[in-house]
């Protein structure tokens, strides 16, 4: 028997029928709820990606004399990179059509996109990238996080405008950046004015998009109250936001470390 949520009007709550009985949940504890589950997604992410990094370095950095060594566990790393990569999407649409199903649990697919994804975060390990750059920039992004999903989550106005808008945008600027290249690339790379106006694109889409991403928490959050204040019969309603959650916070993670990583060795 699963767990079935559906919303009281009368009350305003969550109510959520369980094997173990009839209880009601606020949306305000839903949420939390919610931030619960993204933190075990987190710290699955974590351990996944320090165990994999350390155990891989380990065996680098024990076996550079061994060229044989030394090139199959390189093949191995890579092609656990790509099975992770190619995984991550599949997974996510895997999650998405079994929330919108509601039928069986994602427990197990979020588990698996968390284990995933900590394969893929090894990489800024084995890239180098300290631990400490790592924990700076985990404790930015939360903090980028939990302010933009307070300013969505508590919004009286319908935030969904700002996803379309800046999602053309960022096409808009892709557009013009491609049509440059390619003025820029009929002159033979010659033409300095379309080389500035080439990088100039190229760096104000870059930026659209960090911008864009930190929107999109405020956007999700949003969405996430309207979803758990009107839950459904879906028993993965709550599990689905937490996913959601989970995802803003990788992309912008992601972000941060990458660009702590490229100002600490420009500084060096």
Do not use: H
Request: aromatic share 14%.
């Amino acid at each position: 028997m699963s767990t079935i949520y559906s919303y009281n009007e009368a009350t305003g709550t969550v109510e959520v029928d369980s094997p173990k009985g009839k209880r009601e949940i606020t949306t305000s504890k839903a949420t939390a709820i919610a931030f619960g589950y993204m933190g075990i997604g987190l710290l699955i992410t974590a351990i996944v990606a320090f165990a994999l990094g350390f155990l891989f370095d380990r065996v680098i950095n024990g076996n550079l004399d061994n060229e044989a060594i030394l090139e199959q566990t390189l093949m191995t790393y890579v092609a656990i990179i790509i099975v992770s990569g190619v995984g991550l999407l599949i997974d996510g649409f895997v999650i998405n059509f079994m929330a919108i199903r509601g039928k069986k649990s994602i427990w197990v697919p979020y588990v698996i996109y968390c284990i995933l994804m900590g394969a893929l975060f090894s990489c800024f390990m084995l890239g180098g990238i300290d631990p400490w750059t790592i924990g700076e920039a985990f404790l930015l992004t939360a903090a980028v996080f939990l302010i933009m999903f307070a300013i969505g989550y508590f919004s009286k106005v319908n935030l969904n405008p700002i996803a379309y808008v800046g999602l053309a945008l960022v096409l808009m600027l892709m557009a013009f950046a491609l049509f440059v290249f390619i003025a820029f690339a009929l002159t033979g790379f010659s033409s300095e004015a379309l080389a500035t106006t080439y990088i100039i694109t190229e760096l104000a889409m870059y930026g659209l998009i960090c911008v864009l991403m930190i929107l999109m928490v405020a956007v999700d959050a949003y969405n996430i109250r309207k979803i758990l204040t009107r839950a459904s019969d879906n028993p993965n309603v709550i599990l689905y936001c937490a996913y959601v959650m989970y995802v803003d916070f990788i992309v912008i993670l992601m972000r941060v470390i990458y660009i702590l990583a490229v100002a600490k060795n420009s500084n060096n």
